[in-house]
């Protein structure tokens, strides 16, 4: 269950201000309201994970809303959010997690979703739910750990309770289909609510938010999860380079819908250097470097070459100055010095050289 708050709370001072300036302004807004979450996990051999969402509308007082036009849109409207919440239960990073939405938002009367937002220690039963479904290849994701064989340890996090302790996930069902099969499980804190097991499938119904566990652990057999090696499919463009005194600085953009790491690395004669940058869609970033002689720079990822550049003639001209300035000052501080030891040793000298004074005559 995880609250859900109307964008109309946040221009309420506004509001009221107009409407102290015009009485007979009538203005109502969408009310604040919880959704209950219930998750289907089916995991298959191959290491596949189908995850159906089902949500439900209810006010503070229980009642279901599902029949509120508005905010049934704003919940097929947030399929694209919905879905990387989902996807959180498996990775870190939804970006780096190979998944796709196989079923689209949609309302479906038939199907029924449990909560308890009153306390009352028992689940309510609602009908209907927006559902949408999800498909997530486990080997893209940072959730799985061989353990020997065919055996690997799968681990799904409720990221909900962890970041809200007002937020959980009300009912997860998961179940090893196929020939994928269940060996264990466990789950953290280990004083939260245990499932309800039969056979490949554990049940876990979450009343509050201390019954709901953080960490779900299985230990699952997949006898046909194949783990290769994701080619990057980003793209970028090198699109601008500067000097400032000793330093180059290169910046890059990602031209790409995709989002991943790369590698950014100036090459010269008898130096290299290199710095590694994550970039999402579209995302544009300067790094600095410090000038050491270098002639090109050339962006990677995964080793593949994306982008080159030999760097411009003006750039280390600039930084050539800049030492010839230094050394300058540094020779004329040399020669100053120079100058006044030559000037005091030069006067030592005449003074030994000069004939000593004769002795006064006598009377």
């Known amino acids: 269950m995880r609250l859900q708050i109307n964008n109309f709370k946040k221009w309420f001072p506004c509001l009221l201000l107009l409407l102290l300036l015009i009485p007979t302004l009538d203005v109502s807004g969408q009310p604040m309201y919880w959704v209950a979450l219930n998750y289907d996990v089916e995991i298959d051999g191959s290491g596949t994970a189908y995850i159906i969402v089902k949500l439900h509308p209810i006010d503070s007082y229980g009642k279901s809303l599902l029949a509120n036009e508005e905010i049934l849109q704003n919940l097929m409207e947030e399929e694209e959010s919905v879905a990387e919440e989902a996807v959180l239960l498996f990775t870190e990073s939804p ?8 079923e689209h938002a949609h309302l479906d009367e038939s199907k029924l979703v449990y909560c308890d937002v009153l306390n009352t220690g028992r689940m309510q039963e609602y009908k209907g739910a927006v559902v949408l479904t999800i498909e997530l290849h486990l080997n893209s994701t940072t959730a799985i750990e061989h353990i020997a064989d065919n055996i690997y340890q799968v681990i ?44 490949n499938n554990l049940l876990w119904v979450n009343r509050n938010e201390p ?15 194949v783990f290769s090696k994701r080619e990057s499919k980003i793209s970028v463009e090198i699109s601008s380079i500067s000097s400032e005194d000793h330093y180059l600085y290169i910046e890059v953009k990602n031209t790409s819908e995709e989002s991943g790491y790369v590698d950014i690395t100036l090459l010269g004669d008898n130096s290299e250097q290199t710095r590694r940058v994550f970039l999402t869609p579209l995302e544009s970033v300067t790094l600095s470097f410090p ?47 120079v100058v006044i030891v030559g000037i005091y040793f030069g006067k030592e000298e005449k003074s030994e050289e000069s004939p000593p004074l004769p002795p006064p005559s006598s009377s």
């Open 95 to 102: 970006y780096l997690t190979e998944y796709k939405v196989i």
């Open 156 to 199: 799904i996090a409720d990221f909900y309770t962890i970041q809200d302790p007002r937020s959980w996930i009300d009912v997860l069902n998961i179940t090893i289909i196929e020939d994928a099969q269940l060996i264990n499980f466990s789950y953290l804190p280990s004083h939260a609510n245990p499932p309800q097991r039969e056979g």
């Open 211 to 225: 019954e709901a566990p953080d960490f779900y652990l299985l230990t699952l057999k997949l006898p046909r999860i």
């Open 291 to 337: 000038y050491r002689g270098e002639t090109e720079v050339r962006v990677t990822a995964d080793g593949k070459l994306l982008a080159e550049k030999s760097l411009p003639q003006s750039a280390s001209p600039e930084l050539s100055n800049t030492y010839i300035k230094y050394f300058a000052i540094v020779l004329s501080v040399v020669g100053f010095i």
